[in-house]
């Protein structure tokens, strides 16, 4: 009988619409051919058509990535299966050894199209990848395919769905090989009584990374990469000491999600860059997650942003600032849609509006609020923030909006009504929040767009270095850093590009940038230290910065 690593074995994965054949049809399916001393042949993957009237919910659609576009290039599942038992039958051997990661429940759709669609015996003889690892990694926190693929050296590329996971697990398949021949598994037929054994009990969980390389880290601020055991990137955070910061991520026990764990499962090895100062570090991060799109940093790196300008009257936005769209940069062309609605109610006072009224307090048409609710609640708005109104309303809106910095709105979570009952005091509180975070998102786009070419003296609480951090900003980008002995050495800057120039070069890194450095000015502000900025000629002192970070 052959060993292992001198044998053919097919590689199979499928994706389906539910957790069993009682519950769901095969959607994809995907498979390969794993041969001596290489990852494996061609993969080949289809979409299966599933039966007539199938209802396909939200969740798999995430999951698996199908819609109802794939129905065009789907396959029969007759057609597919009798595509996959060729693929078998090649091999000469049946059943042909087969793997599937998570066996237990594959096994049981590609055992329903052979009973559908087949003729003789099942032909393929199925282990578990899974179940091999559970018994060979004990310790791993986790061994999932993404887990286990990144554990072992693999960089899987799993949203190509069944192509995907066919690669990873031909790749896990090759990779346990010298492990289960350690453990005296040398036959395919050793294979099947080793996992036919009582499995080892559950054993403390350990991380690859060994301790004593978390332990060498310098206890400075600065930023960390979690590193593959190939090199990828798994991660970069920043941190206010890095010793202790990545300690916590290895520490945190049961309080660890599931996304953390798998993560955590792959790192080898970690990559730090110590700076000077927590902003530093923060400015750092954000960069290097735009440039390394490491796959577990989801918040800065979902969808495709950019930075959005809103026109005068809030009603419409575009990714560029002109004539028309001069208000920005924001985060969402829909940044500043609930203030717009209550600024049009302002102006018209049509509060049978019912797409204003639902606009206005941020929730969809069917959800809002009666007219007479949604009045009794406006009456008491108009007159705490609206009643100095002469001729301009935006004006009002955004001195309102700055007085709620001071007084809080509060939270609906205190409250005990469904969502979809309203109150006076509810919409009071709907409405505060909208002006309070739209009168934000409008002071600090001006605000980025100052910060864009200004030069900023900083020094952070428990700081012990004698002078203070320069940062010298040329579009949003450093241009200079270094030590200052106090405000007065700050470099003159001149004369600022023209403001519709920095609006312009506002993309979305140097906004994310900005953002950045805005809140991390915004916290030194608050925790006591010290903020002086320069922008142009114009030097604005710890007092003054103290109230535009507000």
């Known amino acids: 009988m052959p060993k ?30 794993s041969r001596p001393d290489s990852a494996g042949g061609r993969i080949e993957a289809h979409w299966v058509a599933p039966p007539p009237g199938t209802r396909v919910s939200r969740v798999v659609r995430e999951l698996t990535g199908w819609r109802e576009a794939c ?15 060729l693929q078998v039958a090649s091999l000469g051997a049946r059943p042909a050894p087969c793997v599937i990661h998570f066996a237990r429940f594959e096994r049981g759709f590609f055992e329903d199209l ?59 398949w090759r990779a346990l090989l010298p492990a289960l021949a350690e453990a005296s598994v040398n036959t395919w037929d050793d294979l099947k009584v080793w996992l036919g054994e ?36 798994l991660y970069v955070g920043k941190a206010t000491n890095l010793k202790k910061r990545v300690a916590s991520h290895f520490t945190a026990g049961r309080r660890s999600t599931e996304r953390a764990l798998e993560m955590l499962t792959q790192v080898h090895d970690i990559d730090v860059t110590p ?4 902003l530093e570090a923060a400015l750092l991060e954000t960069d290097e997650i735009k440039r390394l799109t490491p796959p577990y940093n989801v918040q800065l790196l979902e969808g495709e942003r950019r930075a959005w300008f809103a026109s005068a009257d809030l009603e419409r936005a575009a990714p560029a600032p002109d004539d028309l769209h001069r208000l920005g940069p924001l985060p969402s062309r829909w940044s500043l849609t609930s203030l717009a609605a209550i600024r049009a ?56 909006s700055k007085r709620l910095v001071a007084t809080g709105v509060e939270d609906d979570a205190s409250s005990d009504a469904p969502p979809d009952v309203w109150d006076v005091p509810r919409v009071r509180r709907h409405l505060d929040r909208a002006l309070l975070r739209g009168g934000q998102l409008v002071r600090r786009a001006r605000w ?50 023209p403001w519709r120039l920095r609006q312009a070069s506002m993309d979305a890194a140097r906004y994310d940038r900005l953002r950045v450095l805005a809140t991390e000015l915004q916290r030194i502000s608050g925790e006591g230290g010290t903020v002086a900025i320069r922008i142009g000629d114009r030097l604005i002192d710890e007092r003054r910065s103290r109230l535009l970070l507000r």
């Open 448 to 497: 980025l767009v100052l910060l864009s070419d200004a030069s900023i003296a900083f020094r952070e609480v428990g700081n012990d270095q004698p002078g203070l951090r320069l940062l010298v900003l040329d579009g949003g980008q450093i241009i200079e850093s270094g030590d200052i002995a106090n405000v007065a050495a700050m470099p003159a800057r001149g004369v600022c590009r």
């Open 71 to 85: 129905l065009g290039e789907s396959l029969s599942p007759e057609d597919a299966w009798s595509r996959l038992s």
């Open 198 to 233: 009582k499995a080892p009990p559950r054993t403390r969980r350990s991380y690859p990374l060994a301790p004593e390389r978390r332990r060498q880290l310098p206890e400075r601020p600065g930023v960390y990469r979690f590193l593959r055991r190939n090199g990828d990137v």
């Open 4 to 33: 292992l690593a001198d044998l053919e074995v097919v590689v199979a994965d499928c994706q389906a619409s539910g957790a069993s054949i009682e519950h769901g049809s095969v959607l994809e399916i995907g498979w390969t051919v």
């Open 345 to 400: 109610l302002a102006a018209s006072g049509d509060l049978a509006d019912l797409r204003a009224r639902s606009t206005a307090v941020g929730v969809p048409p069917s959800f809002a609020p009666d007219e007479a609710t949604f009045a009794a609640a406006w009456t008491i708005f108009r007159g705490q923030h609206l009643s100095d109104v002469t001729r301009n309303v935006w004006h009002a809106l955004l001195r309102a």
């Open 114 to 172: 052979h009973r559908r669609h087949g003729q003789g015996d099942f032909p393929l003889d199925t282990v578990c990848l899974h179940e091999i690892a559970r018994r060979l990694f004990p310790e791993l926190p986790r061994r999932n395919l993404r887990a286990l693929a990144g554990y072992l050296g693999h960089s899987p590329q799993l949203e190509r769905r069944a192509a995907g996971h066919v690669e990873a697990s031909a790749f896990i």
């Open 275 to 278: 700076v000077n100062t927590v």
